[in-house]
């Protein structure tokens, strides 16, 4: 993996410092066919993110001269990357193993044991959810009386839970993090121009950048068609159904993470924070149910 590092697109004369899980995958599907064939950067199989994650992408040296060159990055709201970050890495096993160890992990650690149950069993549940997410076979091998088996993987709790006792990963650190070691780099490398974008505003902005950067070309909407890392669409009623699973220190704990972000991007998360509490009060019954099939 490479870490806190920019990537250099020379073709564009563009530096792009990522926040993965905040629009990556499309900025992804922007370039990579300049690079690669269409079955490369289609290819659902293979994580288009490591196709540039090569020295042609890597070397600073290439940007001759630095001032023609233009930096930019993208952020995201850190509740919504939290949620986009479990439904595409951890929900029903997409990316079992690359995740597994974390995966027992979690459910060992913060998963309710009911009697009779032993923690070992954790691996006994991956392996029914191997059967059902990865092979595709029926869901009927899951004892539904058994709230150990269900669901049989990380619920989003669990995922948080982890996140708490500090499990960090590139997918949810924080995004300034990133985006200050990489304005440090383009500070002193001079760019030309420095573009912060939001991934609520994407297409927009993005498409704005590359007007000013004389990069048009690359403008339209074929990202649709490349981007195929993304995480399930969900609407707003289903972020706070999620978020409902999610006890209040917990919640606190995320707003403590991310506050950084929070002030320097400019994102309301002590209010969104307070939608959460106000979902639970007018639902005080509602009982996530996860998906059981593939």
């Not at 290439?62 to 990055?73: A, G, H």
């Amino acid at each position: 993996m490479v870490p806190l590092q920019q990537l250099y697109f020379r073709e564009y004369k563009l530096a792009w410092c990522p926040v993965y899980k905040a629009a990556s995958t499309h900025i992804i599907s922007y370039f990579c066919p300049t690079y690669y064939s269409k079955d490369v950067c289609s290819n659902p199989d293979r994580n288009r993110a490591n196709a540039l994650r090569k020295p042609q992408f890597t070397n600073k040296d290439q940007m001759n001269p630095v001032s023609e060159w233009s930096y930019f990055t993208v952020t995201r709201e850190p509740f919504g990357r939290l949620l986009s970050a479990y439904r595409n890495k951890i929900e029903k096993m997409k990316y079992a193993n690359d995740y597994r160890q974390q995966t027992i992990d979690m459910i060992k650690h913060h998963r309710h044991l009911p009697r009779g149950v032993k923690r070992t069993e954790a691996e006994a549940v991956l392996r029914k959810a191997d059967a059902i997410f990865i092979r595709g076979q029926s869901s009927s091998t899951l004892n539904l009386n058994n709230p150990y088996e269900i669901p049989p993987y990380p619920t989003f709790r669990e995922f948080i839970a982890e996140l708490v006792s500090g499990w960090r990963n590139e997918h949810w650190d924080e995004g300034s993090v990133y985006c200050g070691v990489c304005k440090t780099l383009s500070a002193e490398l001079k760019f030309k121009n420095h573009f912060i974008l939001s991934k609520e505003n994407f297409d927009c902005e993005f498409n704005h950048v590359l007007e000013l950067t004389n990069n048009s070309n690359l403008k339209g909407d074929h990202y649709e068609q490349w981007a195929t890392n993304r995480e399930p669409l969900h609407n707003p009623i289903q972020f706070y159904q999620y978020y409902s699973t999610i006890p209040e220190d917990h919640i606190k704990h995320i707003i403590d993470m991310f506050n950084r972000d929070c002030e320097i991007f400019m994102y309301n998360c002590e209010d969104t924070a307070l939608k959460i509490r106000i979902f639970k009060e007018l639902h005080p019954n509602y009982k996530f149910k996860y998906p059981l099939t593939k």
